[in-house]
């Protein structure tokens, strides 16, 4: 029996975009097989309320690129297309993949294409960027994104009322200034591509909003290039945090925790009292350069057909 986890519109690639930002393909019951294909974009996006552009280099055309979901055991087969009119070479590294990098995760020049095929043999949260050079220009300027690779077992761990994706990464208002990068010297630390992306007194910026009592999952991905995050809920506490995401790597009770760049954590969250809990990384020269996501919980919140809200980008 077939069945769609998420619905999608078509790329014209033969590529499923879910509204949600994630892709996924049909299949019967145990492993399945899924066919992703990524577009390297090189465009501008929307990175803040006031529509201010930013000259990216994306897959499918967004920052973060979209998420993809698969069950452990399942097999991967990925495409990425690197179209003529791109200017630069790009590639794909999954960190759910166990590959040779130098055969699958090389750079293709524009025209080219690439593709191979991994087994997600590992639950999780993981990372996935563009890993040509120079690295940290590309995962700069937007090409990475987060998959998720749900447990075989559904018990392994409590289910989730309410899943949200956070991805945070550095940006620069110069794309081109690499040696800015090599410095350190960011302008913003964003969640989901966007400067206070979800902080409800910008402009064009909503809150995550979530339901008093329910678990709420928060897939965490630090997409760097550089910059650790401490990432804390401003009044509240994480009920539980499972490193990359594994169901096994299970701590409890933690108010602050520190997740490296290219590495990820999987957080749960139940609010008790209705009001407003900013998610911050607690580095605060990056948080209050952007990277404040505020979840509002309440009676009856809005309901969300999508992991990463606002993505793309259209205020």
């Given amino acids: 029996m077939q069945r769609f986890r998420v619905l999608t519109l078509t790329l014209g690639l033969g590529v499923l975009l879910g509204a949600s930002g994630c892709i996924t393909m049909p299949g019967s019951a145990g492993a399945k097989v899924h066919d992703v294909t990524f577009t390297a974009t090189e465009s501008e996006i929307v990175i803040d309320g006031n529509g201010t552009k930013y000259k990216a280099w994306t897959f499918n055309g967004q920052m973060p690129g979209p998420v993809v979901r698969v069950t452990e055991g399942d097999t991967v087969n990925f495409t990425l297309v690197n179209p003529p009119t791109n200017a630069n070479g790009h590639s794909m590294d999954f960190h759910a993949a166990e590959l040779d990098f130098l055969k699958n995760y090389r ?8 593709k191979y095929t991994f087994v997600a043999k590992k639950p999780g949260v993981f990372f996935y960027h563009c890993g040509a050079p120079p690295m940290i220009q590309h995962i700069g300027r937007g090409m990475f994104g987060a998959i998720i690779v749900d447990p075989k077992d559904a018990n392994a761990w409590p289910k989730a009322d309410r899943e949200f994706v956070l991805v945070q990464s550095e940006l620069w208002k110069n794309p081109d200034n690499v040696q800015a990068m090599f410095d350190r010297k960011f302008d913003h630390q964003i ?9 409800p007194f910008f402009p064009g910026s909503e809150p995550l909003e979530v339901k008093v009592g329910e678990r709420v999952r928060i897939y965490f991905v630090n997409a760097g290039p550089n910059e650790f995050s401490s990432l804390h809920p401003i009044a509240e506490i994480w009920d539980n945090v499972y490193e990359s995401g594994n169901p096994h790597n299970k701590f409890t009770g933690v108010q602050t925790y520190v997740v490296g760049p290219g590495s990820a954590a999987t957080f749960d969250l139940i609010v008790d009292e209705p009001g407003a809990y900013p998610v911050v990384t607690h580095s605060l020269t990056g948080a209050l350069r952007g990277a404040i996501a505020v979840v509002v919980a309440n009676q009856n919140p809005k309901k969300y057909d999508t992991l990463m809200p606002l993505t793309p980008w259209t205020p």
């Fill in 107 to 114: 750079e293709i020049k524009p025209g080219e294409t690439i």
């Fill in 191 to 199: 969640f989901n591509g966007g400067v206070f992306k979800y902080h």
